[in-house]
């Protein structure tokens, strides 16, 4: 790293600046030359392996299985099912033809006109066309249900405005897709997943998310119902961190995948599609980190510990580096990962300002001093608390550390949107309100009418109808009608 | 599984034809909606997964970290590096266009003329362009190298004829892109990369390898040495399962990579890639398999051991799978990967055709009298022997028959080889050699003219110049004109 560490702008400046300094600065992505295509450098792909890797895990013990499919999809699949073909068949990466030759001077590379496509092919902003073109043929009895697929894949939405991580035209995500032989084992399917996604934000990304369903409106195109879990970022912002949709029978129908049933009538099959994405590393950023860099979960940092020696000539650094081999070789049996940075082109201080920006929950550093009491410093990210403690049990110390320091990462997002989500009756509360960046709970007339007002007037959307809280039915605070239950409004990313 | 389990055809019979049955009946993969592009099945893609985390564990045992670079580079990228465009700058998928709309009578979705891109893309087909010129802003000084960089990703490549994981217009791989301060340490990483390929394939694999070098018409577009390994499959041609290149500073020069060196002095820093993909797949099957389907080797089979119930009664399976959940539970301890299939809906015999079918190394039966006898019945997919021994201690007795099928898969393999590659002297003898599947060690004067003419004439390629073996000069079959060394021909896929 040639570069100098430099300050990032606070938060309190300019949140959006921060972000994006941040995620530059911690090596974690960069834009690349291809329009809203982001480059994951290796540090943020290290997090979105840890991801991956759990996600995996988790999605396995849940009876899933992974596979495969196109990258190109033919246009005219997306016609096929009716709302679908409105929510993505609009900006996105057409391929049109098949070949590039030389021009005729020899100067440059051009298009073959004649290696046009009979049809164009479009780059996948979601698989369920051609997942469920390929069912079709999977599926003939009951005995051939669940099919119970993920895919780990890249997709392309043309966005116009992107952000690193957060909105890109390529991003990398899984899929799921389910296709069962009732209603309510898909709609169970849908829930279940749903489950999975909370389970993952809220004890891996130590993120604590909302669950409900999206509003009409608000769903994804071809769903009948759209399960969300909804996180806030630190600025008070929702984050839609992963949505599992139930489908009813519209992509068997679109796609004719039928099956005969155990009565041996002929039906069509129940679809459910699931997925979330390296938008993920953008809300594990903005729930957690803070103006000196990341704080990243321990369960999802690629680095748990990181040691540094301070030393004065080469017999310290080898008598300290001799200490550190045992340490070091405890840890790993511990299971935790760990890096010794003995690294002679950087002065101890620029290194503990690099790893805080890295965000490695729990630094090590050992100096001459310490050589001589048996003592070893310790400095943990989430609170920047330092202490001086013995060596001798230091891995166990260490590792229950982390453990407290993933609770603590938690607790302290917990506590921040407790003390920003609130009940609102008028929408003049809500108007103020929810510039100051809250969750607002307040009832709805259950209209699309209303939601696109509040919409247009606030920039705020209905996040979700939650499943848990107060159902206690009440009057809408635009319109006065009468409403169901509160649901929960802000403004997204 | 609906679908009864059919017949393959006998690889004596026809081997393509084989190859493809397979393919299909072993629920690998099989063709998808666009041409060319395949869909990975459940089966095939755990396939994928074992070869994935193998390799992947590999490259960070030897420093490498994974990164994501976009799917899509600016045509213009390409006219960068001479020799890379007249080698990719061909068939490949072109995107011109962003977005569709709905056409005026709203009955279909057309491409909008009016989102036509400046600048084409082209979905890569390999990534040294974008990564290299993504690398300029992360190289400055000596520090900052090497890099070591690799990603997992889709590639595509328009190939006219295309068939099921040995040549498809989508596929799946892992390519390394490193970067380095001088031409000795690429070259000694493209090395050590084809050194990974080949311990991979012949511990993991268990196929036998020849390391070599390209010449000079058969190497990677834009590189000054491409190190491959090259297998023989069963009907004696070869599969070159893996390729490092080392690429000079051709595209340092081409994208203007430039670092202050130790002395101050500014260089253009040495690259390498390499890769290997879901080619290897086919190369596993056509490796091992036989006319009952897949053999794998099992420590790349996704189940390594399954174990089938014969029973009479309910009452019968349910002390068999009392017993069995000891045996499955011991197993897994060992780290094996076990599957209990008590499914109803298929008798024994057709579980065992089936497994036998997907290629799953070790098969357990247990049946009334083995409960009588504490005994079970263990077949062996390699040689297909089948003997029945007692229960106490089957665990270890498994784990040893999985090492003894993984060296004995090996073995076959090696063994034809052996009796498959001969030298060759004259070009009449070569001419009818090569026409009865022989890996071929001959005379060559060097030349691409020779080359050619032998291609042209029987189809044969240069596989590579190897590292090892007889290095004693002589004169070129064809010409008669001074050969350095004996090379390795064969007709290839």
């Not at 840890?331 to 690099?354: M, T």
């Not at 729990?362 to 001093?369: K, S």
Request: glycine fraction near 6%; aromatic fraction near 10%.
């Amino acid at each position: 790293m040639a570069k100098e560490l430099k300050e990032l702008t606070p938060r309190s400046v300019n949140y959006a600046q921060w972000y994006q300094d941040l995620v530059i600065k911690a090596d974690l992505a960069e834009n690349s030359a291809v329009r809203g295509c982001m480059v994951i450098k290796p540090y943020g792909y290290a997090i979105w392996e840890k991801i991956q890797r759990i996600l995996d895990d988790m999605f396995k013990a849940t009876g899933h299985v992974n596979a495969y499919f196109p990258l190109l999809i033919p246009k005219s699949f997306f016609s096929k099912e009716a709302e679908h073909v409105k929510g993505f068949a609009k900006e996105c990466a057409v391929v049109t033809h098949y070949r590039l030759k030389t021009n005729e001077d020899g100067t440059a590379v051009v298009v073959d006109p004649e290696a046009k496509l009979e049809e164009e092919l479009i780059i996948r902003p979601t698989s369920e066309t051609i997942i469920w073109n390929t069912y079709r043929n999977w599926v003939h009895s009951y005995r051939d249900l669940p099919i119970l697929c993920n895919q780990w894949a890249n997709v392309m939405r043309w966005e116009m405005r992107t952000r690193l991580f957060l909105r890109t035209a390529e991003f990398l995500w899984q899929e799921g897709h389910t296709a069962h032989a009732t209603r309510e084992e898909a709609e169970a399917e849908a829930k279940k997943m749903q489950g999975v996604y909370a389970d993952f934000a809220e004890n891996y990304m130590a993120m604590p998310v909302i669950k409900g369903c999206k509003t009409e409106s608000e769903r994804f195109a071809g769903a009948l119902d759209t399960y969300t879990i909804e996180a806030m970022m630190q600025d008070g912002k929702a984050l839609q961190a992963g949505t599992s949709h139930f489908l009813g029978q519209n992509f068997g129908k679109a796609f004719d995948v039928t099956f005969l049933d155990k009565e041996g009538k002929i039906d069509y099959a129940w679809a459910t599609s699931w997925g979330v994405s390296t938008r993920l590393i953008g809300a594990l950023i903005m729930a957690h980190s803070d103006d000196n860099g990341l704080v990243l979960p321990p369960r999802l940092a690629p680095i748990q510990v990181v040691i540094v020696p301070i030393y004065r000539n080469e017999e310290q650094l080898a008598v300290i580096s001799e200490k550190v081999a045992d340490i070091v070789e405890n840890l790993k049996k511990l299971g935790i990962s760990v890096k010794y940075d003995d690294s002679d082109n950087r002065k101890p201080g620029w290194k503990f300002a690099n790893y805080e920006l890295r965000g490695v929950p729990v630094r090590l550093a050992i100096g001459g001093r310490d050589l001589e009491n048996n003592t070893i410093e310790v400095m943990r990210r989430d609170t920047l608390e330092k202490e001086t403690i013995t060596c001798d049990g230091i891995e166990t110390y260490v590792q229950n550390l982390l453990e407290e320091i993933q609770k603590n990462i938690y607790k302290k997002a917990y506590d921040l949107r407790a003390s920003k989500i609130i009940n609102v009756d008028t929408y003049d509360d809500f108007k103020q309100k929810i510039e100051e960046g809250y969750f607002i709970m307040a009832h709805w007339d259950g209209t699309a009418e209303t939601e696109a007002r509040v919409q247009e007037e606030t920039k705020a959307t209905i996040r979700c109808i939650p499943f848990e809280g107060d159902k206690t039915p009440g009057k809408c605070m635009v319109t006065g009608k009468p409403s169901a239950q509160r649901v929960l409004f802000a403004r997204a990313y």
